[in-house]
T-cell receptor
Framework: DQQVKQNSPSLSVQEGRISILNCDYTNSMFDYFLWYKKYPAEGPTFLISISSIKDKNEDGRFTVFLNKSAKHLSLHIVPSQPGDSAVYFCAAKAGTALIFGKGTTLSVSS | DTGVSQDPRHKITKRGQNVTFRCDPISEHNRLYWYRQTLGQGPEFLTYFQNEAQLEKSRLLSDRFSAERPKGSFSTLEIQRTEQGDSAMYLC????????????FGQGTRLTVV
């Protein structure tokens, strides 16, 4: 059973528009959530995180929203750029290990 | 370069052979993790070390897998008697201690068992 779910395998967005990537989780013990970006043949790169005591965290073009009651988080990228094209993984932590979703492939066209 | 370093980047081996991978974490980080990623999946946790102590192992880590972190610095992951199902990207990550700390990943070792 998947504890972290990214139900959209792919997302296509035009340059300059907003990209919204979604993530759902089932374990109410998760208290820290992270987004990673991954290019082919490279390891995941940390993007942004949020603690369960917050509902929003912003870093430049990236904003993560957390809705604990719905067990849902989302990553907003605005404006989207072609260089943002990559696989985005949502991850959650209840102890030490990160639990990852399967990823969403974002394609930003110019 | 002060990031997480993994060696080799690619390894092709015949079924039944043993392989060993190395990870050099960010030097200030106390925690070191090993993950495995297969096609279409997110990274899956294998094991982690706090300094030299191996504190947690996933049920994915079969008896053929062993990891060490002597002296709390670099780590090695050995797979004995490799099987085709072991083909995957093996990722190492490191982090500071603390509950809300992000893990930084290396570029991974791509293992292909033929």
């Amino acid at each position: 059973d998947q504890q972290v779910k990214q139900n959209s395998p792919s997302l296509s967005v035009q340059e300059g528009r907003i990209s919204i990537l979604n993530c759902d989780y089932t374990n109410s013990m998760f208290d820290y959530f992270l987004w990673y970006k991954k290019y082919p043949a490279e390891g995941p790169t940390f993007l942004i995180s949020i603690s369960s005591i917050k509902d929003k965290n912003e870093d430049g073009r990236f904003t993560v929203f957390l809705n604990k009651s719905a067990k849902h988080l989302s990553l907003h990228i605005v404006p989207s750029q072609p260089g943002d094209s990559a696989v985005y993984f949502c991850a959650a932590k209840a102890g030490t290990a990160l639990i990852f979703g399967k990823g969403t492939t974002l394609s930003v066209s110019s | 370069d002060t990031g997480v370093s993994q060696d080799p980047r690619h390894k092709i081996t015949k079924r039944g052979q043993n392989v060993t991978f190395r990870c050099d974490p960010i030097s200030e980080h106390n925690r070191l993790y090993w993950y495995r990623q297969t096609l279409g999946q997110g990274p899956e946790f294998l094991t982690y070390f706090q300094n030299e102590a191996q504190l947690e192992k996933s049920r994915l880590l079969s008896d053929r897998f062993s990891a060490e972190r002597p002296k709390g610095s670099f780590s090695t992951l050995e797979i004995q008697r490799t099987e085709q199902g072991d083909s995957a990207m093996y990722l190492c990550a490191s982090s500071f201690l603390g509950p809300n700390t992000e893990a930084f990943f290396g570029q991974g070792t791509r293992l292909t068992v033929v």
